[in-house]
């Protein structure tokens, strides 16, 4: 027979326990190191062409491609929940090799924008400035000889941005990865009135595996090729301080970190080596995945929704942009 001394809790001598800040929800609460609030959350929105278009986009459970009107709404009820910041994204009919769609003054963006600061007064607008939403190619630039034209495309995202500002955008968040798109759009901004309107980089967008489900809602997969010509090689990480550095230079006001949940590692290191408002965006893909293993039984959606916002958190990101935005304000109200 086998004999088990066990110690009791006069041998052990802890005059440290550490579980004693554990015992109760009241007690952890009081403890926590790492809150979440709704204003840290951005809800990205699909903005399409129509009236009354609410068509759910297949991979993103939970997730709509909405006309203008329906987007309004979407806004108001985001706002109710606690979310006062939006990103948008343009889905026209219209598409053409130069991304002309992408500053059209009646283009679904700028139509949203508009109605949203009159409709939802307090709301804060942030657009996303790419061309791949509106070329026929699918890519982030102007196309000459097979690749992707740095200075012509940035002359392109320059004209976005202003039509953004005019429209009465609050940020615009360049998403392209060219080189000088951001010293370029600060200096047209201010040339023409806009001095106000900030600016959200980002600053470091990693060439990922996980934007598929962005591009069904987007219909914005290339058409031949890939984007590793511009955005950044997944194995790097010094690269994006580099990236960071130079976007601060030229004018950013906030710079962003994307995927975020894959570079928990380079939100930290931005963080800790600028200290500027530090964005990271929790993408399409990263979403998809917590809702597909929900959906199949293997998490418990909620908890892990929670689990991997405070993660994001944690490492160092001020703003947060989820599809999860609206939820996780309702869990943690």
Known sequence: MTHIHLQTHTSLNLTKRLRRLRQSEPMRALVRETRLSPDMFVLPLFVCEGEAVRREIASMPGVFNLSVDEAVKEVAAAKGDGINSVLLFGLPDHKDDIGSSAYDPEAPVQCAVRTIKRAVPGTLVMTDVCLCEYTDHG?????????????????QLVRAAVSHAAAGADIVAPSDMMDGRVGAIRRALDERGFEHVAIMSYAAK????FYGPFREAANSAPRFGDRRSHQMDPANAAEALR??????AEGADIVMVKPALLYLDVITRVKESFGYPTAAYHVSGEYAMLKAAARNGWIDEPRAMVETLTAIRRAGADVIVT???RDIARAIA
């Open 323 to 325: 599809y999860y935005a």
């Open 206 to 209: 990693y060439w990922s595996a």
């Open 139 to 155: 890519h982030c630039g102007i196309v000459i000889d097979n690749e992707i034209a740095n200075d012509p495309t940035v002359d």
């Open 243 to 248: 990236e960071v550095e130079q976007d601060l």
